[in-house]
């Protein structure tokens, strides 16, 4: 297939890619544009490990064609950090053992940020229902409930202090 | 030794949390090099076939393809096993199973080089071939591979004390089958390999081969890919980038990690393989299922009199760690409890599927399964509490087992009493109502292995550390982070022996030019071996500091503290500087022959002609004292585990021997609906010793990440198979785990504090897991009354159990659905390879022939 030129905005810049119709957007994000955070885990959509945010909802970049999230607002791992410092939640993932080997880290992130920007007080069975669509082999989940409550109280702790 | 520690025993967050949390950590296949070409591999359709012959034209014209690669590109043998160097990287003559690795096409991108496997023409001899290991092991022809007669692996008989009159003695005796299915790592990153050759100045030609790939023992690559490439390893450089989860199926070298380099070298290019799910389900080197036949005896008080256990292992069809698998099987059932009378006869066998491995708990975690059940069963019978029979049998340490196993720290009381405290044991046992229960079980692993599978001299770690005047402590280490917390162990230790902050110390680790070799993150032996080997390299750099700082302090070597980044002269003040001893100012002679302060420069220089010698440095000016008096400032430490900790001299005793031991106990607690058979899993308390919490962050997250993986086997991972074909390879068919499916771990951590472990530190990554499975198995019979003799605990398997107990009729699940399928096929391991009693295949079905496993027709 020949490549076209696609239009990209990611982590809010603006890119020019060209791409095959067919190419996921998560090989283009990895390829083309070097942004290797989102990772590959699985064949079938079924890992979440490529989680990306389309217009703030979390998605699987490996289910959608490059080409179709044109004029849409991408957000990956890499446009997660503040200002070059990590935020709440990329802290206290570190902090509370919420990634170990780190590779499923990226799209549970994702996937928490959409979780919490729908439903800013999520109970124990949201957090659970929420995280139910990527896999993690590593912590058995437990830590990453841990993290996601710390950094609930940590915004709202920051937000607090600057009012 | 002081419990007061700065660094160790603080929850800490991996110093590489960062790079994982912002995504800008490289794992192998986020690496790309210029002129990158990516590889794809063909794989055998058939489980057992004879190549007659390879054509790869076709392949090669393909616009895009630069090269293809087969067997005799590279027709040398390896394997992790200096026993078992029976694989090619690309099969020679056979193909073993369904997934075996025939031909790699490189080409410049991944959808040409699929292309041109559809390009490569195979002739194959479709042969017999063997799923079941019980018929496996009959066979005399047709054999998998010809040195293995009834494709038979290896078997081991061992007999410890007097078995047959500890039967005699016994009160009551149990005696069962239990069988274990297939289960596999399933870490979250397919394997990956990218290598790439320099050309040599001086030559001209191709010379220096460099290879990342996702691993967890370099240095066994290094070697593995000299003997394949015949290259000496001098030549090789094995780096180890970011790896998303091991769990043993990155143990060895897997075929992709071989292919990689022979297509570089023939492509004479950079080449990348990154397996799909499905090919590293393909690849395996997991758990073998197993069918133990066990019997225990136990007097009236509880104590156990003998144990026999007689062990198959369907392995697969190439060695991989097969033989260490099975001599674990038997070996650990010493040292948890006191057994005096032990009877070990284990088959390790090969079946025309994917090899099987080293998965988490290694070849303890089915027997473990098989005996915590069983004597849960003897406990019952003789009316004893199933935490009370486990604290009839303790053994008291330090002792030497009957196997001959050095057990030195021993937590496993404490576990004990800690899980039932917290679990509300006694108060809640038996009355839970109705199909609600709890479950205990204990189980155990090694903090390495004493004995190292190339058998050598060798230290099985060293550490070298760099000091330079920059303050900085650079440590290398040939230890792999696999997600276990390595490199964050390696800083902490370095940090609390040298008192400087964490944030000084930089790892370096698992690069075979840089670092000095470690052998690799498998047996749980990281932290004890190569942790014990950085303590030592600090420990040495700690020595020429102090004797620096001494001088300039006017002091004892022995009274200084190092700790928050200073070096205090400690006069039994806390934090109180000592009076200044202006008597002693002589300029003392440094290795530059020069009378010091000459050759410092700037603001310190003048500082120090000002001031007379104090009672506290700052790190870096104690560094910087030391590298005036020593030069630059290095150490090295090394480890091998010492002579009396490696065993006995029987005929596989070099299995089951390790410094030291971690221990666990655990209860769970589960429902069973008895409609349906399904088990939730409610809440498992996992109290485990790991001698000492280096990290409570991180050891709170092996012991939940153990349980989880433990509950996964229990419940709901199985490999299916059928015809050799793997039937669920994706991680939903397997059924790993999610976050709603993922019960609450409450891990204790036990601490009996190691005399040989870095501060008293053991494992704490793999101990935990085989005592869920039984914990769970257990509380089922609390629950309900059944017993499981087969695992996983799948509603179907619950549901005949339970209707078995109340002589209900059994229910034929397949019943109507298919007439074709045997009764409960999965329970044999889905073999369907009965003439005329298989499905009818399709005539232009590949797969289809009239020839029978087995012997003679």
Partial sequence: MKKELIELRVNRRTHEVASEPSALLLDVLRQQLQLTGSKRGCDDSSCGACTVLIDGVAMMSCTLLAASCQGQEITTIEGVSEHGSLSAIQKAYGDWGGAQCGYCTPGFIMTVKSLLAENPDPSEEDIRAALSSNLCRCTGYNQMYEAIRSAIHAERQAAATTK | MSNDFSIIGKPTAMVDAAEKTTGSGKYTDDLSLPGLLIGKILHSPYPHARIKSIDTNRAEKLHGVVAVVIGKDAPKTYGILPVGHDEYPLALDKVRYVGDNVACAVATSEAIAEK??????????????????????????????????????????????????????????????????????????????????????????????????????????????????????????????????????????????????????????????????????????????????????????????????????????????????????????????????????????????????????????????????????????????????????????????????????????????????????????????????????????????ANSIIRSDMPHSTVNIKIDRDGGVVVYTGASEIGQGSDTMTAQIAAET??????????????????????????????????????????????????????????????????????????????????????????AATVSGRVEGQILRGSLQQKRKDEGPKGQMTFEEAVVAAIDFHGALTGTGSYAPPPEARGGKHKGAGVGPSPAYSYSAQVAEVSVDEDTGEVTVHKVWAAHDC???????????????????????????????????????????????????????????????????????????????????????????????????????????????????????????????????????????????????????????????????????
């Avoid at chain 2, 044999?828 to 005539?843: I, Y």
């Fill in chain 2, 116 to 449: 041109a496997l559809e390009l490569i023409d195979v002739d194959y001899e479709v042969l017999p071939a063997y799923f079941d290991p019980e018929e496996s092991m009959k066979a005399e022809s047709h054999l998998i591979h010809d040195h293995k007669p009834n494709n038979l692996e290896k078997d081991y008989h061992h007999v410890f004390g007097d078995p047959e009159k500890g039967f005699a003695e016994a009160d009551e005796v149990a005696e069962a089958r239990f069988i274990a299915n297939e289960v596999t790592h399933a870490a979250m990153e397919p394997h990956s390999t990218l290598a790439a050759f320099e050309v040599d100045p001086h030559t001209g030609k191709p010379g220096r081969l460099t290879v990342w790939s996702s691993t967890q023992v370099p240095y066994y690559l290094q070697h593995k890919l000299s003997l394949v490439l015949e290259m000496p390893m001098a030549q090789i450089r094995v780096i180890k980038p970011l790896v998303g989860g091991g769990f043993g199926g990155k143990s060895e070298v897997i075929p992709l990690e071989i292919i990689a380099a022979v297509a570089a070298r023939k492509a004479q290019a950079p080449v990348k393989i990154t397996y799909t799910r499905e090919e590293v389900f393909w690849a395996h080197r997991g758990r073998p299922r197993t069918i133990v036949d066990l019997k225990t005896g136990v007097k009236k008080d509880g104590r156990i009199t003998a144990v026999k256990a007689r062990v198959v292992q369907d392995g697969g069809a190439y060695c991989s760690y097969g033989v260490v698998t099975i001599l674990y099987s038997g070996a650990l059932l010493g040292a948890l409890y006191d057994i005096p009378n032990i009877q070990y006869d284990g088959y390790r066998v090969l079946t025309n599927k994917p090899a099987c491995g080293a998965m988490r708990g290694h070849g303890t975690v089915n027997v473990r399964f098989a005996f915590e059940s069983q004597l849960d069963e003897l406990a019952a019978k003789i009316g004893m509490d199933p935490a009370e029979i486990r604290q009839r049998n303790l053994l008291e340490p330090p002792c030497i087992t009957v196997n001959g196993l050095r057990v030195q720290s021993y937590g496993l009381p404490e576990c004990i009493e800690e899980t039932v405290k917290r679990s509300g044991w006694k108060d809640r046992k038996g009355k839970l109502g109705k199909g609600r229960g709890l479950g205990i079980a204990c189980s155990h692993y090694v903090s390495g292995a």
């Fill in chain 2, 498 to 587: 040298l008192g400087c902050s964490l944030s000084r110390v930089r790892v370096i680790a698992a690069d075979t030019d840089l670092t000095p070799i470690d052998i690799g993150s498998y047996s749980s032996r990281v932290t004890f071996m190569a942790g014990n080997a950085t303590l030592r390299a600090a420990q040495e750099v700690k020595k020429l500091i102090a004797a620096a700082a001494a001088k300039k302090m006017n002091c004892a070597e022995e009274s200084l503290t190092f700790r928050d980044d200073s070096v205090s002269r400690n006069n039994g003040q806390t934090g109180a500087l000592a009076p200044v001893d202006q008597a002693e100012q002589s300029p």
């Fill in chain 2, 691 to 857: 001698g000492r919490a280096l990290n409570p962050v991180s050891v709170e997250g092996q012991i939940i990440g153990s349980v989880w993986m433990g509950m996964g086997q229990a419940l709901t991972e199985e490999m299916v198979w059928k015809d050799g074909m793997l039937m669920n390879p994706g991680l939903l068919e397997y059924r790993s785990p999610s976050a709603v499916e993922s019960p609450s771990v409450e891990p204790i951590i036990v601490e009996s504090i190691d005399p040989e472990g870095p501060f008293g530190a053991k494992e704490c990554s793999e101990g935990s897991l085989a005592a869920t499975i039984p914990a769970i198995s257990n509380a089922i019979y609390d629950a309900v009354g059944v017993r499981l003799h087969e695992s996983p605990f799948t509603p179907e398997r619950v549901l005949a159990a339970i209707r078995a107990m109340k002589h209900a009729k059994s229910v034929n699940l397949t019943e109507g659905v298919d007439p074709t399928s045997p009764k409960r096929f999965r329970e044999h391991g889905g073999s369907l390879w009965f003439k005329g009693k298989g499905p009818e295949r399709h005539a232009l079905d590949p797969c289809r022939h009239d020839v029978s496993a087995g012997g003679a027709e």
